[in-house]
């Protein structure tokens, strides 16, 4: 069954799928801003906002809506990334009327207390002091930030201690007045779905107002550079990569593939030569991070710190090789049963229906079915293997790093 996508008046966008067997519903609120749209003053804004919109509004407490909702056995929570905010809640078809209301109410009228802003500051705090504690996350960060230095793109989505710090309550009040409007809300929803769906919507965010908003989009240059934070630790964290194609770019199926071949799975061939082989480390894996105007491909690898030179030398190589030769017959076709039989499975449910529909309309890529992506996975040639892996593999290099060592001392891997 196809998805429908209904524009309210004032320019809400409700997008649905029906689910006729189940007996839930999921609601995703998703809001077109995210770390990259703040200034330096509301740097971690968006975050902040995730927090702050459970707090409520007058008539909503946070007590009254986390009461209420634990009422019924729903689960909800939020998340904020670099270019989106999402407030979902998941719960049986019968209560839907009860989470669109506590969802359009959170987003519309937040009340900004000063002591849940003051008390809510310091969660936001612990949450960077956690993700400092881990190295990983510092890895990815220190590659983020070395990749994409001076683009809007290169903020931690959560700020910085300083930044949360300052923020007011006229800064925070200011950004959501800015970025949270009509224009940039979708309202995705998939289950079990009544009759009246689109009047329920319109009754709750149909009166909302606001102008459209806007996003810088800024091209980033390719960099070349290693950065490390030095800690004692007993492991070694490692993200190496390279910029690669945007989030709408057509190879993105045939890119799904090469990541599988390279190190997606226990039969990649980073896993095989890292770990099974030579025992080197327990976690290896490649991964994308794709945004409007600028995209990444990366390996990461943990393991003893003596042991970086010759894990570093490994990702290069297995890189080159699949730049310059591509991968064979098998590993294609093997890795083109794994993502449609991965793609049929993930969306079972609802919530990763509602998933697929919210951050596909909030980014502007097409809704394409499952068949169409099937197609489109079956389609991919080994020449658009070739193709895409140079485009996504072959450098400038950058590596982000954590462990006993400086960032030059990691040079060499990068040339």
């Known amino acids: 069954m196809e998805h429908t996508l209904t524009t309210l008046p004032n320019g809400i966008r409700l997008i649905t799928y029906d689910m006729p067997s189940t007996r839930s519903v999921a609601i995703g609120c998703w809001i077109d801003t995210g770390s990259r749209d703040e200034s330096e003053e509301e740097a971690g804004a968006s ?18 809506i986390s009461e209420t909702l634990d009422g019924v056995g729903a689960r909800h929570n939020a998340f904020t990334s670099k270019e989106y905010t999402c407030f979902w809640t998941r719960m049986r078809d019968e209560d839907l009327e009860t989470g669109i209301e506590i969802l359009a109410e959170m987003l519309q009228r937040p009340a900004f207390r000063q002591s849940e802003i003051d008390s809510e500051r310091n969660v936001v705090l612990e949450e960077i002091n956690m993700n400092d504690d881990d190295p990983t996350d510092v890895a990815h960060e220190d590659f983020i930030t070395a990749i994409w230095e001076g683009h809007p793109l290169a903020p931690p989505v959560l700020g910085s201690r300083e930044s949360i710090h300052a923020m007011t309550r006229d800064t925070i009040n200011g950004y959501w007045a800015r970025r949270y409007t009509p224009y940039s809300v979708v309202v995705a929803i998939a289950g079990n779905l009544p009759e009246n769906l689109t009047e329920l919507i319109s009754d709750r965010f149909g009166s909302w107002e606001g102008e459209p908003t806007s996003r810088l989009l800024v091209p980033p240059p390719d960099v070349s550079r290693s950065r490390a934070t030095r800690r004692d630790t007993e492991q070694a964290h490692l993200v190496l990569g390279s910029a690669s194609i945007t989030r709408n770019d057509d190879r993105r199926f045939a890119l799904s593939l090469v990541d599988h071949i390279v190190g997606g799975g226990m039969s990649s061939r980073l ?145």
């Open 47 to 64: 975050h902040f906002l995730e927090h702050l919109l459970f707090k409520g509004s007058d008539e909503w407490s946070a007590r009254r």
């Open 271 to 415: 896993f095989y030569e890292i770990r099974e082989t030579r025992g080197l480390a327990y976690a290896v894996h490649t991964f994308r991070l794709p945004f409007t105007d600028a995209g990444a491909s990366a390996t990461y690898v943990g393991t003893t710190p003596n042991q970086v030179d010759e894990v570093l030398k490994i990702v290069r190589d297995q890189l080159g090789l699949v730049t310059e030769s591509g991968v064979t017959s098998e590993e294609l076709e093997r890795a083109k049963g794994h993502v449609k039989g991965s793609l049929a499975i993930s969306l079972e449910d609802a919530n990763s229906r509602m998933n697929l529909l919210g951050r596909n309309e909030i980014t502007g890529q097409e809704h394409l079915t499952v068949d169409q992506i099937v197609e489109a996975i079956s389609a991919v040639t080994h020449d658009d293997v070739i193709d895409v892996a140079n485009a996504a593999y072959d450098g400038p290099y950058v590596i982000g790093a954590v462990g006993p060592f400086d960032g030059q001392d990691l040079e060499e891997y990068i040339r």
